[in-house]
């Protein structure tokens, strides 16, 4: 039998009545002979209302602090799950993430994991318990609650798989799997069997919310298998998983997903002096504020300027301005600072670009046949994004499907 390791979202979890219904899955899990560890989120929306009564009482909650009140969400729903499981004659046991002893650094409210103590979960389990561990929080050196960031159960769940050696690591979640895009923007939107951990990796940085990004990041450090499910499905089949491209044992489609994010925002720094360093000089500052960017453009120089762009998340998009206009601008003698709040990223994600051509002819050409401007280009290995207007950004996602025949059976490469 595995050592199986499953996380269940704050949807999951909402309510007792589904808190009961997840309990039921584990001990089916359970009564085959399966050693179980569970990783849970607080009830959908409770880390909101955590949140909001922070700010009720701090407009600006001090950080250690936040973390103190938002794990306790956590901390409520692997109490009841254990309750659950007692009830069906399980027996469970809970851990915050304290208590299991999962170390990350000091930097409250997106932590990172540092080690895992998997002692008292292994000794739990060979007493035939079912583990129940808090999503989403640990402890740093000093014994202070930290928390890893919004999603961040998802990396609890890896993480504890990469420690105890897991057989894999089941994600149950609202849907029953990785779709080739969103199902609600195109309904053809078909569901992948397999995806590779580097096309997921670039789906979830490209805006494909089932899974957290540092989850992945995770699972491909430490090769954990891992497989995306639906909770509420009374049998969710074997929903996606996300493997090694060495692993597959059929010729790999040429795209996997479209991908789209409208939470980003565009600025442009006009005029810089084209010489070495501007880059630094222009986000340098940006990151020193804690702003994270994305696409970098750096327009060919003339008369001695250049134009420089890049893209931040739309909700530090003012703060960034801030930036660059009070410290950048003067610094460097910019002539103008402008920006645009109202653009969206969309993303062709594939393995399949490494040997097959016309990738990009077939994004650029399609977007042009239905009069989509292109603003920004960025380009990897196996991906390409463009930066189009908010409002193209739907239409430009069915086209794209379309074209690369994602609304059937995939095409070979």
Do not use: W
């Not at 103590?117 to 808090?134: E, F």
């Not at 002539?335 to 490494?354: N, S």
Request: some cysteine; aromatic content about 4%.
């Amino acid at each position: 039998m595995a050592l199986i390791v499953q996380k269940f979202g704050g949807t999951s979890v909402g309510s007792p009545e589904r808190i009961k219904n997840v309990a039921q899955r584990v001990a089916r899990f359970h009564a085959q002979g399966h050693q179980m560890v569970v990783v849970v989120s607080a009830m959908s929306g409770e880390t909101n209302r955590l949140i909001a009564l922070a700010k009720e009482v701090q407009a600006n909650p001090d950080p250690r602090e936040l973390d103190v009140v938002i794990s306790t969400g956590e901390q409520v729903t692997i109490g009841l799950l254990a309750m659950a499981l007692k009830d069906l004659g399980v027996d469970a046991r809970s851990y915050t993430g304290g208590q299991v002893r999962i170390s990350t650094d000091s930097a409250y409210t997106k932590a990172r994991i540092l080690h895992i103590d998997d002692g008292a979960m292994r000794a739990d389990l060979n007493k035939g318990r079912v583990v129940i561990v808090a999503g989403f929080q640990g402890v740093d050196d000093a014994g202070n609650i930290t928390t890893l960031g919004r999603g961040g159960s998802d990396t609890t769940g890896v993480a504890l798989a990469a420690a105890l050696k897991a057989d894999e690591c089941q994600i149950y979640t609202d849907v029953d799997g990785v779709y080739s895009t969103d199902p609600r923007v195109v309904p053809e939107a078909r569901k992948l069997d397999r995806i590779t951990f580097e096309e997921m990796l670039e789906l979830a940085s490209s805006g494909s919310k089932v899974l957290q990004i540092r989850s992945v990041e995770f699972a491909g450090k430490y090769k954990v298998r891992l497989r995306v499910l639906s909770s509420f499905m009374e049998d969710p089949g074997e929903g996606t998983l996300i493997t090694f491209e060495e692993d597959q044992d059929m010729e790999q489609a040429v795209i996997s997903g479209i991908a789209f994010n409208r939470d980003e925002a565009k600025i442009t720094v006009l005029g810089v002096p084209d010489k070495p360093g501007i880059a630094y000089q222009i986000l340098g500052p940006v990151a020193d504020a804690n702003i994270d960017v994305d696409l970098i453009i750096q327009n060919v120089g003339r008369d001695g300027t250049t134009d420089f762009s890049f893209t931040v998340h739309r909700n530090e998009f003012q703060k960034a301005l801030k930036v660059l206009n009070e410290t950048v601008k003067p610094h460097i003698g910019a002539r103008e600072v402008i920006g645009d709040d109202k653009i969206a990223k969309v993303a062709v994600v594939g393995v399949g670009m490494r040997s097959h051509v016309g990738v990009a002819s077939t994004v650029f050409r399609t977007l042009a046949e239905e009069g989509i401007n292109i603003q920004m280009i960025s380009t990897s290995e196996i991906k390409i994004s463009v930066v189009v207007d908010d409002k193209y950004m739907e239409l430009a996602v069915r086209v794209l499907h379309r074209a690369f025949g994602l609304d059937g059976e995939p095409k070979a490469a």
